[in-house]
């Protein structure tokens, strides 16, 4: 027989040596830990049998407190024995047996990384047993879920209790969206409501204001291939100009800064420039009546996105405010003849000039 096959046999008999000592050791471990276990109530006398009987006398002493049902006394009687030890010592047998150095350096290294390093005293000091469940409901407010109303109806109201609390209850809320609703309380007789709308109003405008600036600034100090903020302020910006709460000066301005804006991100990523962008645009100098601005802005959109319903409705209300009946009609027949699903509106025009 060659060295090698020395070698070879000398590994493969000191693997099964220890493998054999190994799964002894383990049967033999297990065994006694069930010899404890088994043994627990008669050995332990002393400290267990004083605390146990201790547990007894409270509870014979406390007699209105009953047990839960189906549970019985906890005692050192009922420790059960480990019964899956040997199984796992029989399994790991098995695999030092077929890897025959891989097998034993890997459970030897597992063993004293989990004694040295992961294995830690718990500390149960802190942690409280319990096994009562708390569900808490929050009651609904029913007096103001009762007494919500459009704004728009209750300003109408001559009650100015009424109208006080509903204007609360609005402003505590997102007023972002209901600006032009709020600014319709301006002009309401009772001084108190009219103080609340406008002193709203001017805190939510000077934070528009103030972030459009500097939004802007950003986008001046952009890079080419920069979008993000454009992206952020061109939705942000017309969620606010579609209400109309500004001046008519200030709107017009306004509504010319949000065209820049969409502009700048035309020119740099005209790809990424969505129909429902377009759309605002158009829609937000259609207000101001910018309708040469809004001519471009409609022929790119219709370029771009000749498949759209915004592409058609755009030029259909642009040529309907400017009096241009004749391009009017011949968007209405080319929306006629595509192959484009129509809204409710959309057919209301149609049935109407048709």
């Avoid at 509903?166 to 402003?171: K, R």
């Avoid at 972002?176 to 109003?201: F, K, R």
């Avoid at 968007?331 to 809204?343: M, N």
Wanted: glycine fraction near 6%.
């Amino acid at each position: 027989m060659t060295v090698k096959g020395l070698i070879f046999v000398s590994i493969l008999l000191v693997n099964a040596l220890v493998s054999a000592l190994y799964l002894l050791f383990g049967l033999m471990y297990c065994a006694k830990c069930e010899r404890q276990a088994a043994a627990g109530p008669d050995k332990a006398g002393g400290d267990k049998e004083e605390i146990y009987g201790k547990e007894k006398a409270d509870k014979q002493e406390a007699p209105g407190k009953e047990e839960p049902d189906g549970e019985e006394e906890a005692g050192p009687e009922r420790e059960l024995p480990m019964k899956d030890g040997r199984i796992v010592y029989v399994m790991k047998f098995v695999i030092m047996l077929l890897c025959p150095v891989a097998g034993p350096i890997f459970f030897g290294v597992g063993h004293i990384l989990f004694c040295s390093v992961f294995r830690q005293d718990v500390h149960l000091e802190d942690v409280i047993f319990s096994k009562e469940r708390v569900r808490t409901n929050e009651r609904a407010d029913e007096e103001r879920e009762r007494n919500i109303a459009p704004l728009e109806e209750a300003i109408a109201v001559s009650d100015k209790e009424s109208l006080r609390g509903l204007m609360l209850n609005v402003i505590r809320g997102d007023v972002h969206n209901s600006l032009a609703a709020i600014s319709l309380a301006l002009n309401s007789p009772d001084s108190e409501t009219a103080h609340y709308a406008a002193s709203v109003l001017q805190d939510e405008l000077n934070d528009f204001r103030g972030n459009v600036q500097k939004v802007w600034r950003e986008i001046e100090d952009e890079k080419e291939d920069q979008t993000d903020c454009e992206y952020y302020l061109i939705p942000y910006m017309n969620n606010v100009l579609e209400q109309k709460i500004f001046t008519e000066m200030e709107q017009m301005n306004m509504v010319r800064k949000f065209a820049e804006v969409g502009e700048k991100l035309f020119q740099k990523a005209p790809h990424r420039f969505t129909s429902q962008y377009y759309e605002w645009i158009c829609l937000r100098l259609l207000d101001i009546k910018d309708f040469e601005l809004m001519g471009t802005w409609c022929d790119r959109a219709a370029q771009q996105y000749p498949e759209e319903l915004s592409s058609y409705t755009c030029k259909l209300k642009l040529y309907f405010t400017a009096q241009q009946k004749e391009r009017f009609f011949e968007t209405l027949d080319a929306l006629k003849q595509s192959s484009i699903v129509i809204d409710k509106e959309t057919l209301a025009l149609i049935r109407t000039f048709s």
